[in-house]
């Protein structure tokens, strides 16, 4: 591609950092209650027996605060940052592992398989999943490398949806309505919802159905074009069904299928010139077009488990498709040009056009010894096939819309095709209060990619490419049982990103080659004081190697990979329940995330700073339960969250910009009548703080900064909200 193309084929919008939920309710019920299962290790356990680092997020609590997106709920999570535009683009970074590439650095599971593209061409980075929580039943964030379980692209943690399980002996259903206003927006936004459970044959088969609407209203104009007002309102649709049936107490099969799809007419970027002053009146962009984004997928799977007595054997199949469409106005970057390359050619449009579609079809099966005893083991085998398409287009355009004489100015085609074979084992031996635990999974991926172009701007090319590796990863944690109440434990992972082949030109290495990351951790776990405190902390020391960077090769834009960087610190969460009804909690995480070696290729030098990574994030949380009366229950809850300043690329490269560091106010009440209606009350950055979460250049053709973006965080919202259970 040629240098002056990089500014539209890059042109991807600004991303920032918005965070609203609350942990500690989150897990009130279930501490209450005895205990937190999670399924991090795919077996169902103690939170406070696994020695892994995780969050815990009900789906019931996001719903209460109501939170419709990663975003939304990522800054009372531990070491978790969300940079977001809109619902959809969401990228994701854990313990200060963020995608410096065009992969993805944490992974994204639903359920029992992966999501999204491994590839390095299907920007996974920029479009992780991102399903609205009404039929969730909660969502586990594992930090550290997932490897050994998980495989490829959770080098830097996991985020894994658990959907919810149908109930085989009760009918149950649920539906609300919810209005919600956000500063500076035109219009009210709204979302509906609905869910049941219906067992079809007693004990045997039974069914979850639900469906989501939700219309949130835009809070952005543009400068440049009066029709644009509120520009970056969003509407999101979704749908579940699944399907259990338990023949006999050996054999369950569970059938489902998730839609889900994301209208957006613009984004929520502001802008501002090169110095910083904003356009407009604070709230606006300076695009000439409409900037559509679509967003849909579709996700199919089949999971199967027989008890063999001696272990149980697993089957989980997923194939899904996922589309997404955006348009993007580079009118400021490539429009500014037509005149130099032909004086009779004046100023205009240009839009940059990207579409993207991926197949992906997955396969594991394994076999799992029983929970509880000396000896708890697990082996199984994996396989994934992908086929992404990446289709990228530059118009340009006069400014009444009509073509030019360059039109189109690029043409840009990558298909790929990823397939990868694994397996894996973990074990797990119990010697009175010591444990330990270990796991390996070796693993082959085979790529296939082609490069089409063609246009003024980039010329023409149709070049193949192709990659092998073999990749093998190991874990191993050694853990102490202080009392069943507590557990010390250390432990050593590692994990891999893909690598893959690579554009083709002079100079521009033929393949990039998997970067790898080894974990050391030591953390401790423990519910103290008869379970009134629950206590879990973790410090880490994170050996990154061969990043993945984009590189510019002599005017091509290729990937490569880069030096070393570290990223060590402590992070943490403390519950406390000083009576009953009260949960107290405390979250935070610091992060000191820095290159190890020189960076030419993005201007970065040893001991740098990584971007987008705040050094420190914290929350503060309260939540009561009370009762009115017989009839009534009434809940209130409030949080404070913290995020630290990041930057827009490495801390030294010319085009570097801070955000702004935060605080923010988010409040919550709910009263229930008769344990079947339930009015709920929100408020998110009640105090209605304004900062940029990200700040950054957008350069124009010529390779100069033409202006400023950022992402403001979003508005004070306030929303009240009816539901109906039974």
């Known amino acids: 591609m040629k240098k002056h193309t990089r500014g539209a084929l890059a042109v991807t919008t600004a991303i920032g950092l918005v965070f609203s939920a609350s942990f500690a309710s989150a897990q009130e019920a279930d501490v209450e209650a ?9 077996r169902t356990e103690n939170l406070q027996d696994v020695p892994i680092s995780i969050s815990v997020l009900s789906g019931e609590d996001l719903r209460a605060q109501g939170a419709a997106s990663l975003v939304e709920y990522g800054g009372y999570v531990p070491g ?18 963020a995608p410096v590439g065009s992969a993805q650095s944490v992974g994204i599971y639903l359920d029992d398989a992966p999501v999204g593209s491994s590839s390095l061409y299907a920007r996974s980075a920029t479009y992780s999943l991102d399903l609205m929580p009404y039929d969730i039943q909660g969502i586990e964030v594992l930090r550290g490398p997932q490897g050994t379980f998980y495989g490829a692209s959770s080098i830097g943690g996991l985020l894994k949806y658990v959907t919810v399980k149908p109930s085989l002996e009760k009918f149950s259903f649920k539906a609300g309505g919810e209005l919600f206003a956000i500063n500076h927006a035109g219009n009210p936004g709204w979302a509906t919802q609905a869910m049941a459970n219906i067992p079809i044959v007693e004990g045997k088969l039974g069914m979850t159905a639900s469906f989501a609407w939700r219309k949130t209203p835009g809070y952005t104009d543009t400068i440049n074009n009066a029709d644009l007002k509120d520009q970056n309102d969003v509407e999101q649709t979704g749908g579940r069904l699944s399907l259990l049936w338990e023949p006999s107490d050996v054999l369950s099969v569970r059938l489902g299928g998730i839609w889900q799809s994301i209208r957006a007419e613009g984004t929520n970027t502001l802008t501002a010139d090169v110095d910083g002053v904003p356009d407009g009146n604070g709230w606006s962009n300076n695009n000439f077009v409409h900037e559509p984004f679509r967003k849909s997928i579709d996700y199919y799977s089949a999971s199967i488990d027989y008890d063999l007595d001696f272990a149980t054997l697993s089957s989980a199949t997923t194939y899904s498709e996922t589309n997404t469409h955006s348009v993007q106005d580079a009118s400021l970057v490539f429009g500014i040009i037509y005149p130099f390359l032909d004086p009779d050619v004046p100023a205009g449009l240009a839009p940059f056009i990207l579409d993207l579609g991926l197949e992906k079809f997955t396969q594991e099966i394994r076999l799992s010894s029983p929970s509880g005893g000396a000896f708890e083991w697990m082996i199984g085998g994996f396989y994934t096939k992908e086929d992404s398409s990446n289709h990228q287009l ?28 694994a397996i894996f084992g973990n074990a797990t031996l119990r010697f009175g209060s010591f444990d330990l635990s270990a796991g390996v999974r070796w693993a082959q991926n085979k790529q296939k ?35 069943d109440d507590a557990m010390i434990y250390a432990r050593v992972a590692n994990g891999y990103r893909p690598g893959g082949p690579n554009v083709t030109f002079p100079g521009v290495p033929p393949q990039v080659d998997a970067d790898t990351l080894v974990n050391y951790e030591v953390g401790f776990k423990a519910n103290l004081f008869a379970r009134s405190l ?39 969460s403390l519950s406390w329940r000083p009576v009953a009804g009260l949960t107290l909690g405390l979250n935070g995480a610091y992060t000191d995330a ?20 705040p050094k420190f994030s914290g929350s503060f949380s309260a939540d009561y339960n009370f009762a009115i009366s017989d009839r009534l229950e009434g809940k209130i809850g409030g949080g404070v969250r913290r995020m630290g300043k990041i930057l827009s690329a490495a801390s030294s490269a010319p085009d570097a910009l801070w955000s702004d560091a935060y605080t923010a106010v988010d409040l919550n009440a709910a009263v229930t009548v008769d344990e079947h209606w339930t ?13 940029a979460t990200s700040r950054g250049y957008t350069r124009n053709a010529f390779n100069v900064p033409a202006y400023q973006n950022m992402i403001p965080l979003q508005p004070r919202t306030i929303g009240v909200a009816l539901d109906l259970s039974f």
């Open 534 to 572: 629950s206590v879990d902390v973790a410090a880490f020391y994170m050996d990154w190697k061969d990043i993945q960077i984009i590189q510019d090769f002599g005017g091509v834009t290729g990937q490569t990979n880069g030096p070393k960087a570290l990223s060590k610190g402590i992070e943490g």
């Open 80 to 97: 978790l940052t969300v940079l977001s535009s809109q619902p959809g683009t969401s990228t994701i970074s854990l313990r200060g592992i």
């Open 594 to 613: 820095t290159f190890e070696a020189d960076a030419p290729e993005i201007n970065a030098v040893d001991g740098d700073r990584l971007q987008n990574v």
């Open 679 to 691: 009015v709920r009350l929100y408020a998110r950055n009640l105090l209605d703080k304004e900062a």
């Open 34 to 42: 005895g205990e937190i299962i999670v399924t991090a290790q795919k």
């Open 394 to 421: 530059v118009r340009t355009l006069n400014f009444d819309g009509t073509p030019n004489d360059f039109d189109p100015g690029a043409v840009v085609s990558l298909p790929s095709t990823f397939k990868e074979y």
């Open 449 to 483: 990619f082609r490069q089409i172009s063609d246009g003024p701007f980039i010329g023409f090319a149709d070049d193949p490419g192709s990659s092998k590796e073999d990749v093998f990863i190991y874990s191993i944690s050694p853990q102490f049982h202080l009392n």
